[in-house]
């Protein structure tokens, strides 16, 4: 474990940033800081956690044999980890806060897998091999997910919630798109309230909405022509 209240191993230098020096970890590896955190080239056997005050960054390609978890505890804190030599090879999850605060992954030519995420701006995944889920991704902002490798599919058969554009990429004659829309809308409305978004819902026999104030962010629901919005729905909206 490095970082906040914790013993210091390897090569770590603290202050108004922090810096990891390329090394081997035979097992996991904890990373707490209240600063900025870059790494250089590391290699972890085991799980890798993280949690930064500041910006997430790398100087040197990530190779993770097990599972990774990237945290931003302040507001509008990136996680930038978009060298081409990462290998992530267990799942992999993100948790930012505030309104601006994007992700961006580039696995290399990994398969990446996608666990339980909040991204309260865009998120951003690259991948030259299959990219798929093993948990719901709850984005604030727009997503894009690139295979860059012919012939390798996006899975993304979780219940997901994206608030702004989602765009894919793939290459060849087999880079198939499967994706899956939220089946919870409550649960995703709520989420979107918790990071920021003022939720409105549109039926039949509601305020006109020239007369709304549609201002900052906003999640819109539009009920279906005969039955209008469920009643859970306008319960949960502002």
């Given at each position: 474990?490095?970082g ?9 230098a603290?202050?108004v940033?922090t ?17 900025t955190?870059?790494?250089a ?28 978890s ?25 948790t930012?806060q505030?309104?601006?605060a994007n ?10 897998d996608?666990g339980a ?5 865009n998120?951003?995944i690259?991948?030259g091999?299959v990219?798929?889920d ?16 012919d ?5 993304l ?13 793939t290459n060849g004659t087999?880079g198939h ?6 089946t919870?809308?409550?649960a ?11 939720v ?10 020239h007369?709304a104030?549609l201002?900052?962010?906003v999640?819109?629901?539009l009920?279906?022509?005969g ?12």
């Amino acid at each position: 474990r490095i970082g906040r209240d914790a013993a210091m191993v390897g090569q770590l230098a603290v202050g108004v940033a922090t810096s990891l020096g390329a090394t081997t970890i035979n097992g996991d590896l904890t990373v707490d800081v209240d600063s900025t955190l870059s790494f250089a080239a590391i290699t972890v056997d085991g799980d890798l956690g993280v949690t930064a005050g500041g910006n997430v960054t790398q100087s040197g390609a990530l190779a993770v044999a097990g599972t990774a978890s990237f945290t931003t505890d302040v507001d509008d804190q990136t996680i930038t980890l978009s060298n081409a030599a990462n290998a992530f090879t267990g799942a992999v999850d993100f948790t930012t806060q505030g309104t601006t605060a994007n992700v961006t992954i580039d696995n290399g030519t990994t398969a990446l897998d996608l666990g339980a995420s909040t991204v309260t701006g865009n998120l951003a995944i690259t991948a030259g091999n299959v990219i798929t889920d093993s948990g719901a991704l709850t984005v604030a902002g727009t997503a894009s997910f690139t295979t860059d490798v012919d012939d390798m599919a996006i899975t993304l058969d979780q219940s997901h919630a994206v608030a702004g554009a989602v765009d894919f990429t793939t290459n060849g004659t087999a880079g198939h798109v499967t994706i899956v829309t939220v089946t919870n809308l409550t649960a995703a409305l709520t989420k979107l309230q918790d990071g920021g978004f003022w939720v409105y819902a549109a039926e039949a026999g509601g305020e006109p909405a020239h007369r709304a104030k549609l201002t900052g962010r906003v999640a819109l629901v539009l009920g279906s022509e005969g039955s209008g919005v469920s009643r859970l729905v306008k319960e949960r909206a502002d």
